[in-house]
């Protein structure tokens, strides 16, 4: 008979959670599909490109917004089970408002895990491909920036051109081993400057060890060697890492198994950790919202107006909100550290819902 419970509760719980997935992905896609069709309205494309990019993008959307589906999720389950008296005959054959807490807690517990490596590397994945297609139809391509496998990439326009840098990455505000590609208007090739290493803490960059190849008529020309040679760019260290803050392209598992290698790509190594943190946080997260809908629901066995919860539901998700909200502020503005912004949310919910769960249990 518990079997048979267990087997209840787990597959309403999960169809209860299916359900909200698909009312919170379609109204993704309502939302998000009027500013791609903004972006695609003068470009010539399918008119399926809008929906299909639209379609990509909202996988990575609702996994950051997991939290709350979990919430609003265990918050409908619960209601429907209390009003239906179906929460007074699980307590008759020996489920407690503690056990049944603990097991779908222990599910969302689960379930996070399970998103984040098999989910979340499908999602990073449309989201990757997304990028990459609207960056093919972008309108302001004069200065890209880019990284990937072969390091760090950027292209600039200069007053007599336009300039292609290359380098292994970043590391203390420094570019190593970089080359830049001088290019005309006609894309004709008209010098070459390669150094070991090239300070970019501001506009204009200092290069360190230094050989130069100007390309004209003559041939054979032996290039210049200087100690230092300073250039004037767009960039500085602290707009290329921030043009790396989206995460959204990289995998839990991506973090994990090539940590050491991101950095050495130029990701910024704090923003990495708040990155890894706040997706280990993701399962505890799911584990205390589920707890925060058992105290709202199993307090008491009386039925209640379902208006009452909606609003009791929303006023608590945009709290939770709001409030993990600002301790990313605080972790940003370097009040406390990043990755202790991820925990800090899951930390405090959970004290306050820890005393709940210890009253409901006694009902």
Known sequence: MNKILLNYLLSRFFITIFKAVIIFYCFGIIFNLFEEIEFFKNLDTSVLLPLKLTALFIPSMLIKLLPFIIFISSLWFLYKLRNSKDLLTLKVYGYSN??????????????????????????SAMVKYYEQTKSKFS???????????????IKENTVSGFRIISADGTKNKFLKNLTIFNLD?????????????????????????????????EENQKPDFLENY???????????T???RNFDTMSFL?????????QEQGYNKVYLDQNLNSMLSLPFFLFI????????????????NSFTFIVVG???CVAVYYFKDLSLALGQTNRISLPLSAWVPVVVVGMFSSIGILQINEK
Not at 142 to 153: A, M, Q, S, V
Not at 189 to 213: P, R, Y
Not at 254 to 262: A, H
Request: glycine share 4%.
């Open 98 to 123: 503690f056990k049944i807490f603990f097991v779908l807690a222990c599910s969302s517990f689960i379930f996070g895990w399970v998103v984040l490596f098999a989910v979340n590397p499908i999602s």
């Open 139 to 153: 309108r302001d391509i004069d200065h890209l920036i880019t990284i990937n496998k072969n390091g760090l990439w």
């Open 185 to 217: 208007k006609d894309y004709l090739m008209q010098g070459k400057i390669h150094a070991e290493s090239a300070d970019i803490s501001g506009n204009t960059w200092t290069l360190n060890n230094v050989s130069i190849n100007q390309f004209d008529n």
């Open 230 to 240: 300073t250039i004037v760019s767009k960039y500085d260290y602290k707009k290329i």
């Open 242 to 244: 921030s043009l790396f």
């Open 254 to 262: 991506d973090l994990i198994l090539d940590y050491k290698k991101l």
């Open 289 to 304: 919202m589920t707890a925060l809908a058992s105290i709202l629901t199993m307090g008491t066995l009386k039925k209640s």
């Open 314 to 316: 929303l006023l608590v």
